[in-house]
């Protein structure tokens, strides 16, 4: 029973190889398999010469005038876009009827007229604008750009906040 099975699939396998048409291996060592077309070596050093001529342009950089900076400036200047958040945790009361509420705030320092002002933003929306103390204190922070939340006795906050212009800081009552 067992030659039976083995000769009976012998001849089942030894059938599709003989009747198979169409495989990969009927095109095997053609070049043109599939539509493709081989590269001579003048075409492929063409290709290669092609890249090795152009140079990438910087796009920030205008055409036709000479530019240099440094990587340090480049990058201080990145850093002044990126947004300061805050998270305030807790209720905060600016005036006897006006309240902060628990949220993320972004926080942009604004000098006028001599006075330094945080406002704090959500979305595009002013939610406060916090009367604040300009300092030449850096409150130990190693970037240039921040804004912390600081506990500041048992019923106040301090804000501080730091920028390429001016850093400050503000003491804000807890509701």
Same mark, same amino acid.
């Given at each position: ?28 060592g ?5 539509g ?5 070596e003048? +075409?492929? !050093?063409?290709a290669l %010469?092609?890249? /090795? ?5 910087? *796009?920030?950089i205008?055409k036709g ?13 990145n850093?002044t ?31 006028? +007229?001599g !006075?330094?002002?945080? %406002?704090?933003? /959500?979305?595009?929306d002013?939610?406060? *604008? ?26 106040h906050?301090?804000?501080i ?8 800081y503000?003491?804000?009552d807890?509701?």
């Amino acid at each position: 029973m067992k030659k039976f099975f083995i000769t009976l699939s012998t001849i089942i396998i030894t059938a599709n190889c003989v009747f198979a048409d169409g495989d990969l291996w009927d095109n095997f060592g053609d070049t043109n398999t599939y539509g493709q077309q081989a590269v001579t070596e003048q +075409d492929f !050093e063409k290709a290669l %010469n092609s890249k /090795q001529k152009k140079k990438k342009r910087d *796009k920030n950089i205008p055409k036709g005038e000479s530019f240099s900076q440094s990587n340090e400036t480049d990058s201080i200047k990145n850093t002044t876009n990126e947004p300061q958040i805050l998270l305030i945790p807790i209720s905060l009361k600016i005036k006897e009827d006006y309240i902060i509420p628990v949220g993320h705030y972004e926080v942009k320092g604004e000098k006028k +007229d001599g !006075e330094v002002f945080l %406002n704090l933003y /959500q979305a595009h929306d002013l939610i406060a *604008k916090l009367p604040a103390e300009e300092t030449n204190d850096d409150f130990g922070e190693e970037t240039i750009n921040f804004v912390k939340l600081l506990p500041h006795g048992d019923y106040h906050v301090e804000i501080i906040y730091g920028g390429i212009d001016f850093n400050a800081y503000s003491i804000i009552d807890i509701e």
